[in-house]
């Protein structure tokens, strides 16, 4: 804690997996000799740097922009950009972690980044947006590329963005190659790659179902957020039958008993992506509830799949919402369970999917999408959704191949720190002292 102080979501981040890995490295000393642990938390490069800009009013802006490179055991440093103004080392840091065990879990050949800016794009106009990214790449380009870093999206970085980096990217270089991801169809980017984190965490949920002899057909759920990860979780509950009553933003969030239909995600989807608004404006269109400054977590449901920002579930909302009849939670964002809450869901015995296993889905077709790129050909949608599954149901299967206890309950959160540790650390180690 001494060696990175004010890092709070990081230290947060590293104590669940040293939790996890508790007796797991007692009865395999091998990873204590190597000091794995004491390797794989310190990243093997920060990268933090000036972005000047000018605004449409001709004055001078100044953001911190930051790139970590984690972990490249297994693969080039791969992870998304976050353009946010509560981004700081800490948080970077502790996403970048939970990175490293993601991408080892998707069986794809993925090493740990994370990146982003302090920069807020609300409220900007599309020629500041572009000229904040141009001059973001303008450091960046010089420390990533097709087999060395390859960034995405993430919050606040979304298609417009991706391209807009993209652009300068190619300018300076010289070269169109496949060193973001998230990119548009037209120009190399992948079918399903928008839907994957969405769609990707109801499979997981889906597969935690199973286990129990249930399904998400005529369950009430509520999401958290209405931005990328939102929207896609409502397309796919719909689709298999389930119902979802709550969105939010971070001004507070909306309650529709009859349920976020297909029009009506058409709607959000136009709302944020196209006009930026506020998910209030949902409540005054339809007629329903909408809570000023508030979560979803008190509302009653089955099943609750938070897919806005980390520590948005406290333990007060763990207890409320199981006290409600809510069997199964399951991460589309990252840690957005705090640890009290986390302890509730396992204590309690219910399904408890963290995101480094359920939200593995957009880096897993962000993976297929730099494949797709080096291959210079694309796959159909049916292909990749398809793939996209079977790599969820493979999460689930070493989570429950590392995380399953004597008396039969799945601890999720053991078996993704355990299981993404392993091939990482085989990997460390094989490598010497890297
Ligand atoms: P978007 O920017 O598309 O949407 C984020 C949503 O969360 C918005 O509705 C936003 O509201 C809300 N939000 C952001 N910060 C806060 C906050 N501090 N308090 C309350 N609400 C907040 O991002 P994504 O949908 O891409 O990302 C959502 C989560 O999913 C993040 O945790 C991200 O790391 C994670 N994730 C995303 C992946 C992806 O492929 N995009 C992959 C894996 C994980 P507002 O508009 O008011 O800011």
């Known amino acids: 804690m001494a060696k990175n102080p004010a890092e709070p979501e990081f230290h947060q981040a590293v104590h669940e997996v040293v939790e996890s890995l508790d007796h797991f490295l007692d009865e395999n000393p091998k990873y204590k000799h190597a000091r ?39 693969g080039p440093y791969k992870g998304g950009l976050r353009f946010h103004p509560t981004v700081n080392l800490g948080i970077l840091k502790f996403l970048a972690f939970e990175q490293v065990f993601k991408n080892s879990l998707t069986t794809l050949p993925m090493g740990g980044g994370k990146g982003g800016s302090d920069f807020d794009p609300k409220g900007k106009s599309d020629n500041e947006v572009m000229r904040f990214c141009q001059s973001f790449m303008t450091e960046l380009y010089r420390h990533i590329g ?72 005529g369950k009430t759920v509520l999401v958290s957020g209405s931005g990328n990860v939102a929207q896609f979780t409502v397309e796919k509950v719909n689709n298999l039958g389930g119902k979802v009553v709550t969105l939010s933003d971070s001004s507070g969030y909306i309650f529709d008993a009859d349920g976020i239909d297909d029009e009506k995600l058409k709607y959000v989807m136009h709302l944020k992506n196209n006009k930026r608004g506020r998910i209030k404006e949902y409540a005054d269109k339809y007629g329903c509830k909408y809570v000023e400054g508030e979560r979803p977590w008190t509302e009653k449901a089955d099943i609750a799949l938070p897919s806005a920002t980390q520590n948005e579930i406290n333990e007060t909302e763990a207890i409320t919402l199981v006290g409600n009849g809510c069997m199964c939670v399951s991460e589309g964002a990252n840690m957005p369970s705090t640890p009290e809450a986390i302890q509730i869901f396992i204590e309690k015995g219910i399904l408890f999917g963290p995101g480094k296993a359920a939200n593995a889905g957009g ?61 990482v650390a085989d990997a460390m180690m094989a490598q010497g002292a890297v």
């Open 363 to 423: 880096v897993a077709v962000s993976g297929l999408e730099m494949t797709q790129n080096s291959m210079r050909l694309h796959w159909t949608r049916e292909e990749i959704d398809q793939r996209l599954q079977s790599i969820m149901q493979s999460i689930h299967s070493t989570c429950c191949q590392y995380g399953t206890k004597e008396n039969g309950f799945i601890n999720y959160v053991d078996g993704a720190n355990i299981g993404g540790f392993v091939k």
């Open 146 to 217: 097709p087999n060395t870093d390859v960034p995405a999206g993430d919050i606040g970085v979304g298609g417009r963005e991706i391209g807009f980096m993209y652009g300068q990217y190619k300018r300076i270089v010289n070269e169109f190659t496949g060193v973001l991801t998230g990119k548009g169809l037209k120009w190399g980017g992948s079918l399903i790659r928008p839907e994957a984190t969405g769609y990707g965490n109801v499979y997981f949920a889906q597969e935690m179902l199973k286990t129990r002899g249930e399904s998400l057909k």
């Open 36 to 74: 794995i642990l004491e390797r794989i938390v310190e990243p093997e490069r920060i990268i933090m740097f000036r972005v000047p800009w000018v605004n449409d009013k001709g004055e001078m802006q100044v953001n911190r922009g930051f790139r970590i490179e984690m972990n490249s055991a297994i």
